[in-house]
């Protein structure tokens, strides 16, 4: 049986609206009904029997990673807004790892480290808002910026200990994916703002925030 174009965009629609749990469940069974296609055409049959279907999952399921993709990396600055729909992402990202472990093609492919891209993308969003001012116009630009990049630091992960961790399950080690997106986020970000330094005194407010505050 082939499935009509409207039940897809109802699909989709479930997507766009964030109904998570629905939509997957309708997005396996299409799965299964391409499965079962391919099976009974058998290995001599042209692909072009099933390249609808197939395209048609194959735009769902791109959907379905951008919209998780999206909620993820908003919940490290919302977290109170996603923490249901996580736990939704969790079951998700943990029903295809199980399925792409029994060899069944055509699913979300790499969902953990989509995820953990996501997480880091959020991690970059808080912390490039923090305030950064020029030299020209304030003399104590680095220290000031430091001080609200540590301070953020801070409350990112605190907020992702207090709200986001209960979300997911252990498997996902959510404060210790966290922490390394945090290390990696501001050693670009400092790497970055270290271009802008010129005067000695900058270059050893940088060294005592790397060296002292940041790592304690």
């Known amino acids: 049986m082939c499935v009509?174009?409207?039940s897809v965009?109802?699909?989709?629609?479930l997507i766009e609206?964030?109904?998570f749990e629905e939509a997957h469940v309708n997005m396996l069974s299409?799965?299964?009904?391409?499965h079962h296609q391919q099976e009974a055409l058998g290995p001599q049959a042209s692909p072009v029997e099933l390249a609808h279907l197939e395209k048609d999952l194959h735009l769902l399921y791109r959907a379905l990673r951008d919209k998780i993709a999206d909620i993820?990396?908003?919940?490290?600055?919302?977290?109170?807004r996603n923490k249901e729909l996580l736990v939704h992402v969790a079951r998700i990202v943990q029903e295809e790892e199980r399925r792409e472990a029994e060899g069944e093609a055509g699913g979300?492919?790499?969902?953990?480290?989509a995820w953990r891209e996501a997480v880091r993308d959020g991690v970059r969003d808080v912390?490039?808002?923090?305030?950064?001012?020029?030299?020209e116009h304030n003399t104590s630009w680095l220290a000031v910026h430091l001080g609200l990049l540590g301070k953020a630091i801070v409350e990112n992960l605190e907020r992702v200990k207090a709200e986001l961790q209960g979300s997911y399950p252990p498997s996902f080690c959510v404060f210790d994916a966290y922490v390394t997106s945090c290390h990696?986020?501001?050693?670009?970000?400092?790497?970055r703002v270290m271009g802008k330094v010129r005067k000695l005194k900058d270059y050893y407010a940088l060294l005592d925030f790397i060296t002292h505050r940041y790592h304690r």
């Open 4 to 6: 009509c174009v409207s």
């Open 9 to 13: 965009m109802q699909i989709n629609k």
């Open 17 to 19: 609206l964030e109904v």
């Open 30 to 34: 299409l799965r299964q009904e391409f």
């Open 72 to 80: 993820v990396r908003q919940s490290s600055a919302l977290p109170a």
């Open 108 to 113: 979300l492919g790499g969902g953990r480290e």
């Open 127 to 135: 912390l490039e808002g923090v305030h950064l001012d020029t030299p």
């Open 184 to 191: 990696e986020v501001t050693e670009q970000h400092l790497q």
